[in-house]
């Protein structure tokens, strides 16, 4: 299963596949699982849906690594927008973003700028979260979150268990009292930067999530748990207790189509659950992430393309 996730991380950032693959329409039949359509209007009625189940609900506008000032420009501009329709729901309705696609490949403080703007508008309860890219963009990415916290306190970002250096940025982020997202990892990473095996990962994804649930209680730290593997879910749910962390105070966030009935299993058991949706036209690449992380996905996929 390792050759065919390298594979499919491989396929991720292969242009030729990037632009072919989408036209054909059991590809797109298979992401409507995951993606519930390529416009705002759409995730907007899908994250409405959640939200009348008792889930909350983030919003990713996909795209990453843009070279063009006036695209990154525009994709701020689109976040505020977002911000600004969902900001009297009921629920907890955030937004997720990525650095790159908000510049930072051409410009870092072009990049800080942009997420300036997205804390402006922000309400004080809308959070904005920064997404973790691949381990390259760490650094920068930790330092622009870093300032970003410096002048709002409704900030976020994702840390990725599968590297070996989360532990040592979490313990370093802790004193800011921040919110952190805690997920496995999805990108093409080096053995000599990330575990390479699944259950070290689990191992450490454990871990790091204990960190943070003490930190949270102790400290007021938002701590996310970003997963879909329900023996972890179960694991971390039974720490949670045992420490004393109400359910309402342990936080999970899901993808939007993935482990539906454990999204409303939790969601009914009253645990905080947010929903990331995701939508636009650049979704090749997210989609072929998604496929290497779970098996599960792919199977679906191919049942689509065998039976019709």
């Not at 410009?107 to 508008?121: I, Q, S, W, Y």
């Amino acid at each position: 299963m390792g050759v065919l996730r390298t594979l499919l991380l491989v396929g991720s950032q292969n242009r030729w596949l990037r632009e072919r693959a989408p036209r054909y329409r059991f590809v797109r039949r298979t992401v409507e699982r995951f993606i519930p359509g390529e416009t705002l209007e759409a995730a907007l009625e899908a994250g409405r849906a959640l939200q009348e189940q008792g889930i909350g609900t983030v919003f990713t506008y996909l795209g990453e690594n843009i070279t063009n000032a006036r695209e990154a420009e525009a994709v701020a501009a689109h976040y505020v927008e977002v911000l600004a329709r969902i900001r009297a729901w009921e629920r907890p309705a955030e937004i997720s973003v990525k650095l790159t696609q908000l510049g930072l490949d051409l410009d870092p403080e072009l990049c800080f700028a942009n997420v300036r703007r997205l804390l402006e508008a922000a309400a004080p309860h809308q959070t904005v979260w920064i997404d973790m890219e691949s381990s390259p963009y760490v650094d920068i990415t930790l330092e622009i979150y870093r300032r970003a916290r410096a002048i709002s306190s409704n900030v976020g970002v994702c840390l990725q268990a599968y590297l070996y250096r989360t532990e040592r940025d979490l313990l370093s982020l802790l004193p800011l009292r921040p919110a952190i997202r805690l997920v496995k990892g999805a990108y093409r990473e080096p053995p000599d930067r990330a575990f390479p095996r699944k259950r070290d990962v689990n191992a450490n994804f454990f871990a790091l999530a204990r960190h943070l649930l003490s930190a949270a209680q102790r400290d007021g730290v938002r701590a996310a748990i970003a997963t879909h593997d329900r023996a972890l879910i179960r694991r971390i749910a039974e720490f949670a207790a045992a420490s004393g962390i109400p359910r309402s105070e342990t936080e999970f966030q899901m993808l939007y189509g993935i482990q539906r009935e454990e999204q409303r299993r939790l969601a009914r058991e009253g645990y905080r659950l947010l929903v990331l949706i995701s939508y636009g036209s650049s979704w090749f690449p997210w989609f072929m992430r998604r496929l290497a992380e779970r098996p599960a996905n792919l199977l679906f996929l191919l049942r689509h393309l065998i039976l019709g």
